[in-house]
């Protein structure tokens, strides 16, 4: 274990013995953690082992129920994140705190001291932007922004407080890899000026590749401590899940290429429909029985845009721009989609896909009251509770669904094995199409791979199916052929035998010909 | 002394049991010291409000009079308010179904026979839907805020039966005085038990719908489209139901049930139309409905418990000469606190000492 | 000339009220609260205002009870809303009805009695400017009031940290608690900033609109400033332009009824209900607009985590 904490000298953080409680859950159970000055020290750590919950605490949004943090050497006690700036400690959340409605130099202002006057941050702002390479203009709306530039924002934030200890919070989930690549560069050169940096990721190559130190965490416990740079993924992967994780196997697609597609897009067009919400333009894709197709992106491209136009919750201007199995499906409701023989399982689990304060049998009526209307729905309307608990029963069997009671309200479940159930209740059916987006953001290993390999068995069988995702590696492990989706137009696919990393890398950041890059449309 | 609230991981069904019985019991408290403070005997009077009308049959018929109509608005409203949508304007779809159910005996007066009676309950329950209707039209057509002109809507039809019962409707051999003609037999809503008291069928229309609708609600797709719906909108349209449609259904049907409400009470307990007909009925059945749990089942025993403040308003004014304002006032702080008792169904709730007192007051 | 003046001038005082208990309530759903209580606090100041320069005889003391009881009486809904994050709607519709049952309760002993008017102050010199001074400069003191509470609000909300901080809570209160903000402290001095306003314009009406007691003389006053704070898109100036629509509405429609033209009085009556539902659906037609400009956490419970 960590043998090393408490002894060294000269450590920036030493965070010994952090607990933290929700209800019986114990998301933190006596962490050790220490930072030395100048370092690059990585926390790893599947979904849910505590990483988050840990650097809240020690930047004092969370307070720890048991344990101490010493800070140069000194016990303190960091009550509120406003405390932590000024011992000097900043952070770059994953889910940024910033606020849409108002402008970059605003939410600069909102974490600094009081006594800067509002007019100089916006100066001093673009002075750091300058000389960090993170290109940026105080005056445009958050709203507006891209991802990539609202992290920009955060990580100048961060730096205006001239912090000791920067904390970034899986800072590439929403990068292209070439914009990870500056990132990184940036944070070699905070190194090299002596500052400290706690980066939490569980991508292990770049972990691998940029830090100095890795403190491993699995069920909230700190379960090794390592040099990254002298393991291999796959050992770094077995200390994070603690068991070799299992390959998806996937066997080469039988499909025929001339066989007909059951999913087809026909230049898409959709409206925006909020103040900060993409337009579709011209989305065109086919995807045949027996193939898995992927679409690739950085988050806000315009995929949840397409999700649910595909799933009819958006209607299309004209029947002909989405076809079902021939069937021109445009102008059809989401259930008449469903009939016709497609299933959707959207990103959002608590809430779009699940209602969070019903049972998971009142989940299953959800998405299934009209394709099983016979089996679940009795006369008048009547609700036929017996057949809807043994579904309910078979799919948690068949996913192996993991609860603490027998029907339980779905916001009880854990993120994977919620997940599971959901993606279950469609594989149930059996559709022809399934259309799924983001299907293991947030969730563990295991099940993980349960859902990757489900959706490949669900595609051999002679379904076509429809992955969105943000995670590279989920869509080269079982993707046929990878398409990008980027400022509300998609690519073609590419096959994946061509497809790498950068090729797809370059076209999540806009580089196909007649796209204007990210970059320079941010500061035109 | 610092509030926290920790999320239980499951709502808890005793809490939803036991939430409203603490809420009364701490307006019973609360009452208790407001009677210590005007100088009032704190027994006495609570025994006047609260249990005095029950002790004798006639006074149990008029708790069933003031009941009802609250139940039947209130059942309605529960189904509103769980599919999230905040009809505020029941106590003017009250008064439009008792004008539209009154202009049957008002203008026809002639047409008495078996039909006048349900062609004036339908009349109600129309009426009422219409001006239910006219939010609803504003909230899915042009995404307006339905409190806000649902309520509008209440002065607009208080002003209009005014205008009705002084002007088109008014009695001609009526001296002057604002008011309809007195409805004959035919047009009035006979008595369950003449011989004993004055209550009305009104009270079996109450148990009936709210037995209906709690067998809707708990068993059937349209019950679960409502709680979805209400409960989280984006699955709701992930399963396929519509927003609009829901809108559309539930003012229809709480507008329809104040209709009903108010042609019930014209017709059973009044008598005729006259320039008010309603002590505020659809805004204390909004108490009612809360009270209730938003439980069609739940709102029968919230009925009777309001009503018995209108009536025990009136005994404890007359028997120890307190101000029967008192009783709104109760009503209030019964919805007040059982909104707070609420919160104990999804959350723990924690004093941690040592925290500056500036976050709860 | 005199009889378009006196109009103007009683359309500034019926517009009054409206103008502060909507740059109240603007302030308190900028902050991410939607308080439908304002009905409730502003009867509650009427007849608090109304009774204490009964009982004291200095109507000055009435405007400063009306205040602090409107102020007092939004703190139940915050502990509510904000302390055990209850449901907004109904908790501000639970506001409204106890405090028209309470102010029943409180003013019985006043029903007729005879009231205090705030008298009018005139500004020596400005008041003589021609056409506009006796409009502007001859005014009663909450009118002065109302003009100072809006200006004051529009430097608060977008030329000060503590106004940004504001906006930045009713934008996303989950950013604002992550960044330390105390999300719950603020919204509880904006709520009962809301109340206290609420009970100023609630004052007004009893103390210098019509100085006199009657039970729910507020009548839909509040749901009137609510609506305007929609019809504003949450900006202060055009509060107080629709506030003064509002008092033109009110006042024409008092003045058609005093010429007679056998338009039956109910309807004019209504005219201002009216007025108030067209108005909305106007201004909520646009939905992009409205997404744009509503405070996106407005009516949202929040409970931190910590």
Redesign the interface.
């Known amino acids: 274990m960590t043998g090393e904490t408490a002894t060294t000298g000269g450590m920036l953080l030493e965070a010994t013995g952090i607990t933290k409680l929700f209800g019986a859950l114990r998301a933190c159970d006596g962490v050790d953690l220490s930072i030395r000055r100048g370092e690059i020290h990585s926390l790893l750590g599947e979904n849910g082992a505590g990483k988050s919950t840990l650097v809240k605490m020690i930047f004092g949004s969370l307070e720890p129920n048991a344990g101490e943090i010493r800070w140069k050497g000194q016990p303190v006690r960091v009550t509120s994140p406003g405390i932590a700036r000024k011992l000097g400690i900043g952070m770059v959340f994953q889910h940024f705190s910033l606020f849409e409605a108002l402008t970059a130099a605003e939410n600069i202002a909102l974490s600094l001291d009081k006594t800067t006057p509002l007019s100089a941050i916006a100066a001093k702002a673009r002075a750091l932007s300058n000389e960090y390479g993170l290109p940026l203009d105080p005056d445009s709306l958050v709203g507006d922004l891209s991802v990539g530039e609202r992290q920009r924002i955060e990580i100048i934030r961060c730096l205006l407080q001239e912090p000791d200890l920067i904390i970034l919070d899986e800072p590439t989930s929403v990068l292209t890899p070439q914009e990870a690549d500056k990132l990184f560069v940036t944070l070699e050169r905070l190194k090299g000026e002596g500052r400290s940096i706690l980066y939490i990721s569980h991508r292990l190559e770049e972990v691998k590749r940029l830090c100095d130190r890795a403190t491993v965490l699995r069920h909230g416990k700190v379960v090794d401590a390592c040099d990254p740079r002298r393991e291999t993924a796959t050992s770094l992967a077995r200390m994070m899940v603690g068991a070799e994780v299992h390959a998806v196997a996937r066997a080469a697609s039988a499909h025929a290429a001339d066989a007909a597609p059951l999913l087809e897009l026909h230049s898409l067009d959709r409206a925006p429909t909020g103040p900060f919400s993409i337009p579709l333009k011209g989305v065109s894709l086919a995807v045949r029985p027996g193939e898995v197709i992927g679409i690739a992106g950085v988050a806000g491209n315009g995929q949840g845009e397409l999700f649910e136009a595909i799933s009819g919750e958006a209607l299309q201007p004209r029947a002909a721009m989405v076809t079902i199995r021939g069937k021109q499906a445009g102008q059809m409701g989401i259930t008449a989609r469903r009939l016709a023989g497609a299933a959707f399982v959207p990103e959002e689990r608590l809430g779009h896909g699940a209602a969070p304060v019903m049972r998971l049998s009142e989940n299953l009526v959800l998405s299934r009251h009209a394709t099983d209307g016979r089996a679940l729905i009795g006369r008048a309307g009547v609700i036929a509770r017996g057949a809807v608990e043994a579904a309910t029963k078979r799919i948690n069997a068949a996913m192996d669904v993991r609860k603490s009671a027998e029907d339980p309200e779905a916001s009880a479940l854990s993120g994977g094995n919620l997940q599971k159930f959901i993606i279950g209740r469609e594989l149930d059916r059996s559709p022809a199409v399934m259309v799924v987006n983001q299907p293991t953001w947030g969730v563990d290993a295991g099940a993980a791979a349960r859902i990757r390999q489900s959706l490949i068995d669900l595609a051999r069988s002679g379904s076509a199916v429809l992955v969105i995702s943000q995670d590279l590696d989920e869509l080269f492990e079982i993707s046929d052929a990878i398409a990008v989706m980027h400022n509300g137009t998609l690519s073609k696919p590419m096959p994946i035998a061509e497809a790498t990393y950068e090729k797809i890398g370059l076209l999540m950041g806009g580089a196909e010909p007649g796209h204007v890059p990210h970059d320079a449309m941010g500061l035109s | 002394m610092r509030?926290?609230?920790?999320?239980?991981?499951?709502?808890s069904s005793l809490m939803a049991a036991v939430s409203p019985l603490i809420a009364f019991a701490l307006t019973l408290i609360i009452g208790a010291i407001i009677f210590i403070a005007i100088g009032k005997p704190p027994g006495a009077a609570l025994y006047a409000y609260f249990v005095a009308p029950l002790t004798e049959m006639w006074s149990l018929h008029e708790l069933a009079i003031k009941a009802s109509p609250l139940i039947i608005i209130a059942v309605g409203l529960s189904v509103a308010?769980l599919s999230n949508n905040?009809n505020?304007g029941a106590e003017g779809q009250f008064i439009m179904g008792g004008i539209f159910g009154s202009l049957i005996p008002i203008v026809f007066p002639g047409f008495q026979n078996v039909l006048t009676l349900p062609l004036m309950i339908l009349f109600g329950i129309l009426g009422g839907m219409a001006w239910g209707a006219i939010p609803a039209f504003?909230k899915t057509r042009?995404?307006?805020?339905e409190?806000?002109?649902s309520?509008?809507?209440v002065?607009?039809a208080q002003?209009?039966l005014?205008?009705l019962a002084r002007?088109w409707l008014r009695d001609p051999q009526g001296y002057a005085f604002p008011g309809s003609i007195r409805f004959p037999p035919a047009a009035t809503l006979p008595e369950i038990a003449p011989s004993q008291g004055g209550a009305h069928y009104g009270l079996v229309f109450a148990l009936f719908v709210a037995v209906a609708l709690w067998f809707v609600m708990t068993?059937?797709?349209?019950g679960?489209e409502v709680?979805?719906m209400g409960?989280?909108p984006?699955?709701?349209?992930?399963?396929?139901f519509?927003s609009k449609r829901m809108t559309y259904f539930a003012f229809l049907l709480s507008g329809g049930l104040a209709g009903l409400a108010g042609i019930s009470e014209v017709s059973g307990a009044i008598g005729q139309l006259r320039e008010t007909i309603s002590p505020g009925y659809g805004?204390t059945a909004?108490?009612v409905a809360?009270l209730g749990r938003l439980n069609p089942l739940g709102a029968v025993v919230a009925g009777f418990v309001l009503a018995l403040t209108y009536l025990g308003g009136e005994a404890a004014q007359i028997s120890l000469g307190i101000?029967d304002?008192?009783?709104?006032?109760?009503?209030?702080?019964l919805?007040?606190l059982v909104?707070?008792c609420?919160?104990l169904i999804y959350?723990r709730?924690r004093f941690s000492a040592g925290r500056k007192a500036?976050?709860?007051? | 000339m005199e009889m378009a003046q006196n109009i103007i001038l009683t359309i500034m005082t019926a517009a009054t009220p409206l103008l502060i208990a909507a740059i109240g309530e603007l302030v308190v759903e900028r902050s991410g609260v939607l308080n439908l209580g304002v009905e409730g606090m502003m009867v509650i100041g009427a007849v608090c205002g109304f009774a204490a320069a009964a009982v004291t005889g200095s109507p000055w003391i009435g405007v400063l009870a009306a205040i602090v009881a409107g102020a007092l009486f939004s703190l139940p809904f915050g502990f509510l809303t904000l302390s055990l994050a209850t449901n907004q709607v109904a908790t501000g519709l639970s506001l409204t009805l106890l405090g028209v049952g309470l102010s029943g309760l409180i003013g019985e002993a006043f029903v007729g009695s005879a009231g205090l008017r705030l008298q009018s102050i005139a500004i020596p010199g400005l008041v003589d400017i021609p056409l506009v001074g006796r409009l502007l400069f001859g005014q009663d003191p909450i009118f002065y009031m109302s003009i100072a509470l809006t200006a004051g609000v529009v430097w608060f909300l977008f030329r000060t940290r503590a106004g940004l901080t504001l906006r930045a809570i009713g934008d996303s209160h989950g950013s604002a608690h992550a960044l330390g903000i105390s999300v719950i402290k603020a919204r509880y001095l904006a709520v009962m900033f809301g109340g206290a306003c609420a009970g100023l314009a609630g004052g007004h009406l009893s103390l210098v609109y019509t100085p006199q007691w009657v039970e729910n003389m507020t009548a839909g006053r509040g749901w009137i400033a609510l609506a305007l704070v929609v019809f504003a898109s949450w900006r202060p100036w055009r509060v107080m332009a629709g506030a003064y629509l509002f008092g033109a509405v009110t006042i024409g429609q008092l003045h058609t009824q005093a010429l007679g033209f056998g338009i039956p009085s109910q309807l004019l009556s209504s005219l201002p209900y009216l007025a108030t539902v067209v108005v909305l659906v106007l201004i909520s037609r646009n939905r992009r607009l409205t997404m744009m400009n509503t405070p996106a956490s407005l009516g949202r419970p929040f409970v931190p985590d910590r």
């Open positions: 509030l926290q609230l920790v999320r239980r991981p499951q709502h308010y905040w505020i504003l042009f995404n307006t805020n409190i806000l002109t309520l509008m809507l002065y607009v002003l209009f005014d205008w002007g068993r059937t797709l349209k679960f709680r979805v409960a989280s984006r699955a709701g349209r992930f399963a396929g519509s805004f909004i108490i809360f101000s304002k008192l009783a709104r006032v109760f009503q209030g702080l919805l007040f909104l707070a609420d919160t959350y709730v500036g976050e709860a007051a």
